[in-house]
């Protein structure tokens, strides 16, 4: 399983990074993990093309993280000439959030999309389903967006990525790490504490309860990129690959 952080960026895109996506290639399949705003502008810049994706799997519904869908539903339908399928996973609700923003931008675009289909599949927290052979479980965490927010296990091949999207403190944390290959966790604050995130002192203290082989912060605060020298985690950037 190959990781190659697209970006790794807050909501307002500190440190000059782009807003969430992770792609993950293994199996001979390419999924994304969440599709930010600025998206199609990090890949464009990492020279990263994007006919090759087969389905984007969302943690939750806030624009950082799903902002990114309705330019490269556009790209798909008038620039790549897409024809395959293209499968989004996200959790209840995924498919109106979708469909309204995409509308919001560009009126007229979700009636007019034609040439390559869209399935959508809403996947309850708790449960779990395959995506083109490979795991995708999600896991109920505290972060409000008018949908259920989650943390995803996604497992192909005896590997494991696990994420925990954007989240307070929750002990579900724990399972969604467990014995993980990697474990991608957002790490807003330093010491502050900021509702519905995590911070660096709590995830330092909780760090004996997490299983997981690797441990890598990401989703930083200004407070956080200037602290980076004294992370005792491993933190991602734009553009690092991880190989598993």
């Not at 001979?28 to 890949?43: F, H, K, P, Y």
């Not at 556009?74 to 399928?85: D, H, I, M, N, S």
């Not at 990401?218 to 991602?236: G, I, N």
Request: net charge negative; aromatic share 8%.
């Amino acid at each position: 399983m190959k990781i190659t952080f697209v970006g790794t960026g807050d909501a307002f895109g500190s440190g000059g990074r782009f807003h969430t996506c992770f792609n993950l290639e293994t199996g001979g399949q390419r999924i994304l993990v969440d599709c930010g705003a600025s998206t199609l502008v990090a890949m464009n810049s990492m020279g990263m093309e994007r006919r090759g994706i087969d389905a984007i799997v969302l943690s939750h519904l806030h624009g950082d993280h799903i902002g990114g869908l309705p330019f490269l539903l556009l790209e798909c339908q008038f620039v790549t000439g897409r024809k395959e399928p293209l499968i989004i996973v996200g959790p209840p609700g995924t498919r109106q959030r979708v469909h309204e923003l995409t509308e919001a931008m560009f009126p007229g675009a979700v009636a007019s999309c034609s040439g390559f289909l869209v399935d959508f599949v809403e996947l309850e927290p708790g449960s779990r389903t395959e995506v083109l052979g490979i795991g995708v479980e999600s896991f109920l965490v505290i972060h409000p967006s008018g949908a259920p927010a989650t943390g995803l296990r996604i497992s192909h091949g005896g590997k494991v990525f696990a994420y925990s999207g954007d989240t307070c403190w929750t002990d579900t944390l724990v399972d969604i790490a467990r014995n993980a290959d990697l474990f991608v966790c957002e790490c807003f604050g330093k010491d502050s504490e900021t509702p519905y995130h995590l911070n660096y002192r709590t995830l330092l203290e909780k760090r004996p309860l997490f299983t997981a082989r690797r441990i890598m912060l990401t989703h930083m605060s200004p407070e956080m990129l200037a602290a980076l020298d004294e992370v005792e985690f491993e933190t991602a950037e734009d553009g690092l690959v991880v190989q598993l």
